[in-house]
């Protein structure tokens, strides 16, 4: 089981995900994450990529490819779900290189609901667990029900960083789908509404996945 989650930032690939490993035996690999905790604990990749995240850029090609290589093989390059990489063409290209990907799972969701979404989504500083006031709010205020860690804002869901992350997406990102399409299948999960429940879009995923024949 070697599956890529895949959408526009607010999309809830990171918060499926985290269900989804839990519903499924694959480890889910965010590398938005990778980067954050490496920021976090100042080392010497976070220092690197630090300037890229502020600001919503996207880090470059060559590091992220190393950072993803590195991190299948540790784990036997099988039973991943990949989250947020591959996010250009190139860095699917390489990845193709070296790993057989099973399938694509791709979130469909609009602008307006990516940007309510984004805005109103919190982050634990201790261990990075998701929340949303919309949809996923925790028990407190502004503190994480996992952990009891602070809650906060990444400075990349702020407005004008979002509306360049979109235009990011919707240039560099959006041509991985063509790369992929006639390669492996790619599982449509279409969403119309910010708050939709999170248990149903997680079944909903997982039963495209079965019917497809691709969970074992
Ligand atoms: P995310 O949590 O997936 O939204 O990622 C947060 C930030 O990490 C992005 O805005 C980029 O700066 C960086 N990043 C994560 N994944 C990638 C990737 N595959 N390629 C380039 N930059 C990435």
């Given amino acids: 089981m070697r599956f890529l989650i895949f959408g526009p930032p ?3 690939k990171g918060t499926y995900s985290s269900r989804i490993e839990k519903k499924i035996d694959v480890a889910h690999i965010a590398t938005g994450d990778i980067f954050r905790e490496a920021v976090k604990k100042d080392t010497d ?6 300037g890229y995240l502020d600001k919503g850029e996207l880090v470059p090609d060559e590091l992220v490819n190393e950072v993803v290589k590195d991190k299948l093989e540790s784990i036997g390059m099988d039973k991943f779900l990949l989250d ?5 063409v190139e860095q699917a290209e390489y990845l193709d290189g070296f790993v057989d990907v099973d399938a694509l799972i791709l979130l469909d ?4 609901i990516i940007i309510k979404r984004l805005s109103s989504r919190r982050i634990c500083k201790e261990c990075g667990e998701v929340f949303n006031k919309l949809f996923n709010p925790p028990e407190k205020e502004g503190v994480c029900d996992k952990c009891k860690g602070k809650l906060y804002q990444r400075d990349d869901d702020k407005p004008d960083v979002i509306k360049d992350r979109i235009e990011t997406y919707e240039q ?5 789908i063509d790369y992929f399409k006639g390669k492996i299948p790619i599982i449509i999960n279409r969403c119309r509404k910010a708050d939709a429940p999170i248990d149903e879009m997680v079944n909903s995923i997982i039963g495209q996945l079965e019917e497809e024949e691709l969970v074992s």
């Avoid at 560099?172 to 991985?176: A, G, I, L, Q, T």
Wanted: proline fraction near 9%; aromatic fraction near 4%; charged fraction near 30%.
């Fill in 10 to 12: 607010g999309s809830g």
């Fill in 45 to 50: 990749l976070g220092t690197r990529v630090k």
């Fill in 84 to 88: 947020g990489y591959p996010r250009t």
């Fill in 172 to 176: 560099r990102s959006e041509p991985v």
């Fill in 109 to 112: 969701v609009t602008d307006d």
